[in-house]
């Protein structure tokens, strides 16, 4: 048993982060996204594929394309904020891509901390966001406690339930370790991403118990006959599928957005039809609630001593993020690799608007 | 497999809410608790009692006493906001009993949502609270989300951990729907409760796998050999060890109330020093995020459809907060149920301070 789930199994070329997300940056200009969208969107990719999670990397930038070149995603939103209250506001996103919403999102919701303590902002007519530890990332950099919230299209059955029900509404949640990587949570409220699922596919293995059900709702360890993801917890499952709850409740009943079940799959095949998917994103201030020496050391003794505890024989212990910030480092290295699906939409993107297709790093 | 855990099985006799209530304050005043201290531990243990999570109803009333009588608890706390801004605050709790504490915290919370769209308390020097749900649903019953997090003294193990690290660390949610029970969470972020492996163990039954851990750190499903509890989530218990992280973060670290593995146990001997515990709470205004109409609307729908969606064969779909509302009414017409040993502990109570014994309901 490992401590989490190892990155995707990637063979094959690898790039500097640098020239992945110049290349991402200028085929979404080319599609014809707006500076501020190109930028957002790449940046949200890179942190994906910077740490490993490379469902939510540069992979994105094909189906980003399709999307903005087919109006899904509004190549040029006008945000609008709304604020109810003092330390909240809405944003109508305008259909923007996920990234250039939150990213906007969480910067607000940040000014709002540094007045008032703490702020938020719901997000509602928004479109896929990547990974949503990548909001909470840019609250923690600054200083603040982050936690972003999406739903998506409905894939996830409920406990005891048959049917696809919620997305697979991720938890994201980042906090500052002063002098170090932050504290970083991003977890699908769902059993297993379906990424996971795929892979167990094409490698034919056969899936652990109480993760995944067919069409009837039955648990299934055949990765062939998957239809729905069961929600965390297995026979504890009500559990996950309240927290996908707490999740849809934040980003659909909070927004306006839609609700999971009426999402449009992410996968189309209409990618001309604006999805109006939701998000929030809170920060709060640490220095607000308590003295910030005391907050700075509290939160470094609470992790040095999570990383200590003991283990089990021939097992580990790691902080939330603690994996991510190895394959960073990995990455920072050796480069940042790519699929061979990623690399042939690389191949079609260069050619299509006549861009230098971006040269892997030697070894 | 059911939607969510049976309440413990009890038999024997059963009361009126209201004459357990009577009674419970009038034990906690005769032990030296002030008023308000005696009203909100009350309140919270008929919470636990009223919806069926009977290891935070009544059955902890002979618990209170010997910690306000031991002075572990503060019989007269001085309560002290400190506004670090307009949205937060922060609770010294002088060491009250949780539920005092938690209880004027949450109101202080709604006041600052009211005003700026949400408002959270961090909470120090407190106690035991007993149910988060139960502030979660204050919340919620005043048309505010609410949220409460409390950590407690280490039972939990990490994830790929051998030794307690966190408490049962709970997450509460309570949101309100118009016209009927709130949508109501209230979950530990172990895979079972404690209270769970106590039944297994009086009725030598072997625990589910991956569950409970004996000194090792190797998963047992025999219960007398637990000695912690795994993180929910099975082989995926980083997530749950992650979601316990979470509630310290918010319940310790940015209260400057003990980390869980510093809180001495619940359980005593030492019945005189105070524990310190943490507490967090926060309130949302819906109505500041989006019309309420629409808030409503949307809520509403979300849980019908929920409660609609296709179960699998023989099973059911319940929403957050369904068991707990049935097992309410039917405790409202036959009355709350209490286990023998709390009905020893209500005759050595009532002959100790010479009070009326509560008299159970007829049938």
């Known amino acids: 048993m490992t401590a989490a789930p190892a990155p995707l199994p990637v063979a094959g070329e690898r790039h500097r982060e640098a020239d992945l997300h110049a290349f991402c940056t200028a085929a979404l ?16 990719m890179l942190h994906g594929s910077r740490i490993g999670v490379d469902s939510h990397g540069v992979r994105l930038l094909d189906h980003y394309v399709a999307v903005i070149e087919g109006g899904r995603v509004n190549a040029r939103p006008a945000l609008r904020f709304t604020d109810g209250a003092a330390a ?6 305008d259909h923007a891509h996920g990234a250039r919403a939150a990213y906007a999102a969480m910067d607000r919701a940040m000014e709002k901390a540094a007045l008032y303590g703490m702020g938020a902002v719901a997000i509602r007519n928004s479109s896929h966001f990547g990974a949503a530890g990548a909001y909470a990332l840019q609250a923690a950099e600054k200083g603040f ?45 769902s059993a297993i991403p379906y990424n996971r699922v795929l892979l167990y596919r094409s490698l034919e293995c056969a899936l652990p118990a109480e993760v995944a059900s067919n069409q009837e709702g039955h648990d299934t360890t055949d990765p062939h006959a998957v239809d729905m993801l069961a929600p965390l917890g297995g026979a504890f499952g009500f559990k ?22 009426d999402i449009a799959p992410m996968g189309g095949p209409d990618f001309a039809t604006p999805r109006n998917v939701g998000a929030f994103v809170m920060a709060l201030t640490p220095g607000a609630f308590l003295d910030e020496t005391d907050f700075n050391a509290a939160m470094t003794r609470y992790r040095q ?23 960073a480092e990995q990455r920072r290295r050796e ?9 042939q939409a690389f191949d079609r993107l260069a050619a299509r608007y006549g861009l230098p297709r971006p040269k892997p790093v030697a070894g």
Do not use: Y
């Not at 480069?335 to 690399?343: H, L, N, V």
């Open 29 to 44: 200009r080319a599609a014809g996204a707006e500076p501020e969208t190109a930028e957002a969107a790449s940046r949200a």
């Open 335 to 343: 480069g940042i690799p790519i699929d061979p699906a990623t690399a």
């Open 88 to 93: 909240v506001s809405s944003l109508d996103a």
């Open 305 to 327: 001593t999570l990383r200590a505890s003991r283990p089990a024989p021939g097992d580990r212990v790691m902080a939330p993020g603690d994996r991510e910030w190895l394959v």
């Open 240 to 261: 996950g599928a309240a927290l996908a709850g707490v999740v849809e409740i934040f980003s659909a009943v909070l927004t306006g957005a839609r609700l999971s079940f």
């Open 145 to 189: 406690i982050g936690l972003a919230f999406c739903n998506s299209d409905s894939f996830v059955r409920l406990h005891g339930g048959a049917e696809r029900f919620h997305g697979t509404n991720p938890i994201a949640m980042g906090v500052p370790v002063e002098g170090e990587d932050p504290w970083l949570l991003d977890m699908a409220t």
